[in-house]
T-cell receptor, first 117, second 117 residues
């Protein structure tokens, strides 16, 4: 069965600190997709990144970077030099594609990040 | 380009009533998915529709139903409301090509916050 675990419920840092959000997933499929979404207080989920199970290259986008390790079933997200605007709830999600099937996303419970000035 | 739109923004109902939530996808997107997010949890998949056909259904009672229209907009209906139905209801759209095996990225709307008294 699919499962996503985000063990960190809340994290609080001071501006300019680096912070890593952990995500561990469970799946029996060899083909799957992993996602990160950001949910600011307004409520809308904002897409950040998508990775497929065959691409283990780490990715960097500005201050954001993602570390995908199949050996430990982890897809961790690091924010470098955090800013107050990074304060939000961050969700990791998993999808197992099926031909003609649904694109159901299975989400973790989220990590609330607070960046203090 | 406009993102996913949802209406209404907020809604207050009493137990036993019926509610209809509406969603318009991003232009060009043919798939709409619905998720329920209760406070402090990650979103839970309810339905996915592609070209008016149901593609997937989550573990929700028959009181929940949905449909998709020829213009790809969608409605989520909930009958006989219970207190536990109070949540943020999120709509997401994706391209979801019928013949693709991959998982298209889902883009979310701002949500409808439903309160059941």
């Amino acid at each position: 069965a699919q499962k996503v675990t985000q063990a960190q419920t809340e994290i609080s840092v001071v501006e300019k600190e680096d912070v890593t959000l952990d995500c561990v997933y469970e799946t029996r499929d060899t083909t799957y997709y992993l996602f990160w979404y950001k949910q600011p207080p307004s409520g809308e989920l904002v897409f950040l990144i998508r990775r497929n199970s065959f691409d283990e290259q780490n990715e960097i986008s500005g201050r954001y970077s993602w570390n995908f390790q199949k050996s430990t079933s982890s897809f961790n997200f690091t924010i470098t030099a955090s800013q107050v605007v990074d304060s939000a709830v961050y969700f990791c999600a998993l999808s197992e594609p099926r031909m003609g099937g649904s694109e159901k996303l299975v989400f973790g419970k989220g990590t609330k990040l607070t960046v203090n000035p | 380009d406009a993102g996913v739109t949802q209406s209404p923004t907020h809604l207050i109902k009493t137990r036993g009533q019926h509610v209809t939530l509406r969603c318009s996808p991003i232009s060009g997107h043919k798939s709409v998915s619905w998720y329920q997010q209760v406070l402090g949890q990650g979103p839970q998949f309810i339905f996915q529709y592609y070209e008016k056909e149901e593609r997937g259904r989550g573990n929700f009672p028959d009181r929940f139903s949905a449909r998709q229209f020829p213009n790809y907009s969608s409605e989520l209906n909930v009958n006989a409301l219970l207190l536990g139905d109070s949540a943020l209801y999120l709509c997401a759209s994706s391209l979801n090509h019928r013949t693709s095996f991959g998982t298209d990225t889902q883009y979310f709307g701002p949500g409808t916050r439903l309160t059941v008294l």
